[in-house]
């Protein structure tokens, strides 16, 4: 969801209104991706890093957030979807902890397309919190240190409740930035990646299209060879 604050100054609005469009976009995409049977989506909403910017900013995507999800958990519980927020809850405010609780309730049991939120979030911070959970497990005795693989810590990070669908098969990566900036490190390491100069607000329909037909083009080799 890259792109909100620039889509705004570009037309001369405040940051505010930028992210305001794109939460709105958010809601059409999920409903795009409902449509077109895609399992699991994961929107980054507000890094870590965006929490270095200016207070009334950080304030606003926060306030967005939390309406976000209160305007829609009705909606999508009653179309199937699964609406979670993942990321430092530490980080987010009160009321903003207590409507992804909500969230996470009222829909938990729905499978038609599960939804991340990623809040406070960083690829690092996930791993971080994965290896701290399985240290103390470790010091408490409840595991060997020798037996940690690559499912344990898996089955630790943020994204563990979606399972299979934890690790993206495509990353989407909108206002012509070419990196992943600390989403989803570990989940996104066999991730095929897409680039497009569009702004999150912009990213429609045509835009999404196009993303999914670049990833049905790849040949996803996984590390083998092809005989």
């Given at each position: ?16 209104d ?42 606003y ?28 809850a ?45 240290a ?35 990353v989407?990566r ?42 049905q083009?790849?040949?996803r ?7």
């Amino acid at each position: 969801m890259d792109g909100n604050t620039r889509w705004a100054r570009a037309r001369g609005l405040p940051p505010a209104d930028g992210h305001k469009a794109g939460g709105r976009n958010l809601e059409r995409v999920v409903g795009l991706s409902r449509a077109w049977g895609i399992r699991a989506l994961t929107a980054f909403v507000c890094s870590y890093e965006n929490l270095n910017r200016p207070k009334a900013e950080v304030d606003y995507m926060m306030g967005l957030s939390e309406w976000l999800i209160g305007d829609n958990v009705d909606k999508l519980s009653r179309q199937g979807i699964r609406l979670q927020v993942i990321g430092d809850a530490t980080k987010m405010p009160g009321s903003l902890q207590r409507a992804a609780a909500w969230a996470d309730e009222a829909t938990r049991h729905n499978s038609e397309l599960h939804v991340m939120l990623a809040i406070c979030y960083s690829g690092r911070w996930d791993m971080v919190q994965a290896c701290r959970e399985l240290a103390r497990a470790a010091r408490d005795g409840e595991l060997s240190p020798d037996d940690i693989d690559e499912a344990m810590v898996a089955g630790k990070l943020a994204t563990r409740d979606a399972g299979e669908l934890a690790c993206p098969d495509l990353v989407i990566r909108t206002s012509g930035e070419l990196r992943l900036s600390n989403f989803l490190l570990w989940q996104a390491a066999y991730s095929e990646l897409f680039f497009t100069d569009k702004m999150w607000p912009d990213f429609g329909e045509a835009e999404y299209l196009d993303a999914l037909r670049s990833f049905q083009s790849r040949d996803r080799r996984f590390g083998q060879t092809r005989l």
